[in-house]
């Protein structure tokens, strides 16, 4: 069966540094997409991605889709304070259209 | 716009009591409905999803029960609590027949003592 595994669990940065955080699958993707949940919140929907060798940017975060479309990544440039939270990739959970499969995520902290 | 509402936003229930939990969405039409569960520390446990009025998925068994008695109205209930059902649970939305975005409620705090 599918197998998603998102790393590392845990990161904490000093503000300015960068930060990523990986999502490997075991077979290939259709799409992924990316959420954030800040610290006592819910879920918001970040980005989706379609196509092999994919990247897209919002301000300081790139996120890439593998050309094999197994894997997929979310980098944070010089993180700020406002970006802590946690970082969940979300690929399609089986066949049924509109269902996800979430980890545990990447928790992100930043040190002031 | 659409909007989606969770209540409450916390609770405090005794072991062995009832439990109902209710999401309702405004601004659209046949929306995919799903209930999810965060255990503290945890990533997301998609309990239930609907694609339409009575029609109801378990992804995994448990003393949870789940309806869509109208086309924007979901309900999460049990007849008796565990203290395992302690979490955040989370109510989304979709636009049926797509993969794009889930929108989220603002959760329910759920401590079973």
């Known amino acids: 069966g599918q197998q998603v595994m998102q790393i590392p669990q845990y990161q904490h940065v000093q503000e300015g540094e960068d930060f990523t955080t990986y999502c490997n699958s075991s077979t290939t993707l259709s799409n992924i997409q990316w959420y954030k949940q800040r610290p006592g919140g819910h879920p918001v929907f970040l980005i989706q991605l379609v196509k092999s060798g994919e990247v897209k940017k919002q301000k300081r975060l790139t996120f890439q889709f593998g050309e094999a479309k197994k894997n997929s990544s979310l980098h944070i440039t010089a993180t700020q304070t406002t970006d802590v939270g946690t970082y969940f990739c979300a690929p399609p959970r089986g066949s049924t259209l509109g269902r996800l499969y979430f980890g545990r995520g990447t928790q992100l902290t930043v040190w002031p | 716009s659409q909007t989606i509402h969770q209540w409450p936003a916390t609770l405090v229930q005794p072991v062995g009591s009832p439990l109902s939990l209710e999401c309702t969405v405004e601004g659209t039409s046949n929306p995919n409905l799903y209930w999810y569960r965060q255990a503290a520390g945890r990533g997301l446990q998609l309990l239930f999803y609907?694609?339409?009025?009575?029609?109801i998925s378990s992804e995994v068994p448990q003393n949870l029960s789940a309806s869509r008695p109208q086309d924007r109205q979901f309900i999460l209930s049990s007849k008796k609590l565990l203290l395992s059902d302690s979490g955040f649970y989370l109510c989304a939305w979709s636009v049926s027949g797509g993969a794009i975005e889930q929108f989220f409620g603002p959760g329910t705090r759920l401590t079973v003592l």
């Open positions: 609907s694609v339409g009025i009575g029609q």
